[in-house]
């Protein structure tokens, strides 16, 4: 069985979304029937998946608690001892292919021309460095090596269609494979979950219950959430809202500032949920919050929604309006004003609520948000990348 090298530069957190990429990743190449060696940093934890992924530490430093993915001395460093580290791994093992993920590309790029083995570079949507990061030998260095990697690989992968746009800026468009994310909740609640849910969190049975899964950063738009519920509470006062995700220190501030602002008793914060619990609680809401602000790529969390059919108020920005419309949500101002009047207007509305319920997985269909259709997707770049090699 061939068997491939994929590189994660990020530890593994199941609260994260851009984790669930790696274990879709992972998912799609066990079906394809590859073996895979997963070399990743090793403050994460390991991705539930098949016996056929073998989990191998990225080289650490004794002095470095956490691998740096910014561009830097000592990243420069590890990356050269993870150079050597492939080296040896390939003395042991052929691989098929080398696939690198985000800040990892160049690592991989420059690992397949050194064994001759395809390469797959697959740029990830993390935010913007801040531009003092970008300043400086370094920085430049691994910009250029990152210009080259992509004009090298035989394929890069990307989320959407701002990778065909950049790889055309490069003159290698015809490389650009686009496989779009998928949702990361894939369990159905069954009914003994969905009650243990209501118990949890309607603590009256004629409670709408108003769900917004997100990290406590400006850029999630968090605080575009919290802003609106005063005017929310003020016309529907028996409204129950619960906010996922975040640890201790993070909740602590929320609580003191909705306590400030009088609301606390109407916010629950369970923290981070297995996403079995998520499934139920997104199953049992009445409504769920995408308050998310920047960013151009559908957020997982999303996707999730849609999977979940339960109706959706969204603030109208590119990352929302990526996968979301009037046709499946109801798309209100980026202001705690227009998401009020969002959640008023949809919660007043059983007919509109209804109505949105069977659009959401009408819309990941369309979309070729599936789990098949991510698995064909990545076949179709394998096999392109595989048989360019071979070209060559």
């Known amino acids: 069985m061939s068997r491939i090298l994929f590189i994660s530069p990020k530890p593994y957190s199941p609260w994260e979304g851009a984790c ?13 029937g590859y073996d895979v060696d997963l070399l990743t940093p090793t403050e994460g934890q390991t991705p539930t998946v098949a016996d056929s992924v073998t989990t191998i530490p990225l080289p650490r430093l004794p002095f470095c608690r956490r691998t740096p993915t910014l561009p830097s001395l000592l990243r420069l ?33 420059a690992a397949a021309r050194l ?20 300043r ?19 394929a890069v992968i990307g989320h959407d269609a701002a990778t065909v746009a950049r790889l055309t800026d490069l003159g290698c468009h015809s490389r650009a494979c686009v496989i779009a ?20 969190y309607r603590t009256l049975t004629d409670q709408d219950l108003v769900t917004c899964v997100a990290s406590y950063t400006r850029f999630q738009g968090l605080d575009l959430f919290f802003n609106a519920l005063p005017r929310l509470l003020a016309t529907l006062p028996h409204t129950r809202c619960v906010v996922v995700g975040g640890g201790p220190e993070e909740i602590a501030q929320m609580r003191e500032a909705l306590d400030r602002a009088g ?15 998520l499934a139920a609680l997104l199953a049992i809401s009445d409504v769920l919050v995408s308050s998310r602000r920047a960013g151009a790529t559908a957020p997982i969390k999303v996707l999730d929604y849609l999977l979940s059919g339960t109706p959706i108020v969204a603030v109208d920005t590119p990352a929302n309006r990526a996968i979301l ?31 949105l319920r069977l659009k ?30 071979e070209a060559e």
């Open 263 to 277: 609301i606390h008793e109407a916010v629950t914060f369970p923290g981070r949920l297995s996403t079995s619990e």
């Open 20 to 32: 669930h990429r790696t274990r879709h990743i992972l998912e799609a190449q066990i079906a394809l």
């Open 360 to 389: 959401g997985r009408e819309t990941l269909r369309r979309e070729n948000r599936t789990p098949e259709a991510f698995h064909a997707a990545l076949a179709r770049c394998y096999t392109y990348a595989l048989s360019r090699s």
């Open 181 to 200: 994310d998928i949702p990361a909740v894939t369990e159905v609640a069954d009914a003994p979950a969905r009650n243990l849910a209501k118990a949890r």
């Open 325 to 355: 419309s009037p046709e499946n949500a109801v798309i209100t101002p980026a202001t705690p004003e227009g998401l009020a009047d969002g959640l008023i207007r949809l919660l007043r509305s059983p007919g509109l609520r209804t109505e």
């Open 136 to 154: 400086g030998l370094i920085p430049a260095l691994y910009r250029r090596l990152e210009h080259k990697a992509l004009r090298q690989a035989d």
């Open 115 to 134: 064994l001759r083995t395809p390469c797959i570079v697959e740029l990830r949507n993390d935010p913007a460095p801040d531009p003092a990061h970008r």
């Open 77 to 109: 460093t590890l990356d050269l001892l993870a150079l050597l580290k492939i080296l040896w791994l390939a003395g042991n093992t052929r691989y098929a292919l080398i696939h690198g993920q985000g800040n990892s590309g160049v690592l991989a790029w």
